[in-house]
């Protein structure tokens, strides 16, 4: 019995003795210093908003398709500028850009997904970079995002 009281008592000084030393290591942190009253008020944290679920409204202007030479090689670059016209963000934006031969069967195509949430009001422009095909045909262009569905609309200007 005596040997078991040793050996507790023994573990408790051990640990004691541990924590009061790591405590005495452990600088305390310096107070921060206050702001100047010139600077103003510090800047408020930027509130999330709920992106939008289910249908977006986006404005397009009439898509620019070109060729180009990327690196040294043929591309048929698109290029547009897209509108948010919806109420609220629209979280995983995406345009999609296809592209046929003449008896309709699918060719290489590309695709774009913005970054971070499209905000209402806001303008990007798209690039699309298709590798050329002698084959191209025709196009069509997909546009959806993370929780549903886009319905585009053609504007003259945005």
Known sequence: MNCRTLTVLAAAGFVTLVTGAAAQLATPAAPAAPAPAAQ???AARPRLIAPIRGVAQIGYTRPSVKRGKVDGKDFIVTTMQIKNMASG???????????????????????????RPLMPGEVITVTLETPADPRMNRNQWQFSHANGEIKPT?????
């Open 40 to 42: 103003g008020a510090p």
């Open 89 to 115: 963000p629209i979280a995983g934006f995406k345009v999609d850009d296809f592209w046929y031969d003449k008896g309709g069967n699918p060719l290489p195509s590309d695709s774009y997904r913005h970054p």
């Open 154 to 158: 053609l504007v003259p200007k945005l």
